[in-house]
T-cell receptor
Framework: GQQVMQIPQYQHVQEGEDFTTYCNSS?????IQWYKQRPGGHPVFLIQ?????EVKKQKRLTFQFGEAKKNSSLHITATQTTDVGTYFC?????????????FGTGTRLTIIP | DSGVTQTPKHLITATGQRVTLRCSPR?????VYWYQQSLDQGLQFLIQ???????AKGNILERFSAQQFPDLHSELNLSSLELGDSALYFC?????????????FGQGTRLTVV
């Protein structure tokens, strides 16, 4: 079945440094979504990417979808303490019956003040 | 507040027992997903329902079952519980049956099996 891997699993950065997490799928994707889960909280939707090569920005966050629609990245510029949490990508396979939203393994970001 | 309600928030039970977790989706959402999140782990997809029908199945154990009722709320039944079933169980809902629409998550039910 479809597997979605994320790297790194953990990332510790100094406040103000940049952060990037990568998501890779073994199959071509219909779309990719990104979620953030704060410590003790539930996943919250951040964004969805649909088109090959798509790039979207939300303030300090930049999301990219690969040309082959098999990988994606989330980049945070100048991290702040409010960015702490686990970032998950979630993907649906391309093709008919793309019902299942498979979550990546997640990247846990901690910020050193 | 995501609009998705899960009850109970916490549940402590003994091995071998059976429990039922309940989820009320966001108003207007027809699709319900169940996920299991073990300590410091990712989200494991269990099962999805759309408008009362099962649409997709993940690595759900045979001891687990779920259903979606006519009023669209869903229940996840876990039986013959084992210590390893201790986890956070999330329900999520979305408008469409397929996985390319935003999913809204509930606060989760933390199950502890002792």
């Amino acid at each position: 079945g479809q597997q979605v891997m994320q790297i790194p699993q953990y990332q510790h950065v100094q406040e103000g440094e940049d952060f990037t997490t990568y998501c890779n799928s073994s199959t071509t994707l219909s779309n990719i979504q990104w979620y953030k889960q704060r410590p003790g909280g539930h996943p919250v939707f951040l964004i969805q990417l649909v088109k090959s090569g798509e790039v979207k920005k939300q303030k300090r966050l930049t999301f990219q979808f690969g040309e082959a629609k098999k990988n994606s990245s989330l980049h945070i510029t100048a991290t702040q303490t409010t960015d702490v949490g686990t970032y998950f990508c979630a993907a649906s396979p391309a093709g008919f019956g793309n019902e299942k939203l498979t979550f990546g393994t997640g990247t846990r970001l901690t910020i050193i003040p | 507040d995501s609009g998705v309600t899960q009850t109970p928030k916490h549940l402590i039970t003994a091995t071998g027992q059976r429990v039922t977790l309940r989820c009320s989706p966001r108003s207007g959402d027809l699709s319900v997903y169940w996920y299991q999140q073990s300590l410091d782990q990712g989200l494991q997809f269990l099962i999805q329902y759309y408008n009362g029908e099962e649409r997709a199945k993940g690595n759900i154990l045979e001891r687990f079952s779920a259903q979606q009722f006519p009023d669209l709320h869903s229940e996840l039944n876990l039986s013959s519980l084992e210590l390893g079933d201790s986890a956070l169980y999330f329900c999520a809902s979305s408008v469409a049956p397929h996985g390319n629409t935003e999913a809204f998550f509930g606060q989760g039910t933390r199950l502890t099996v002792v």
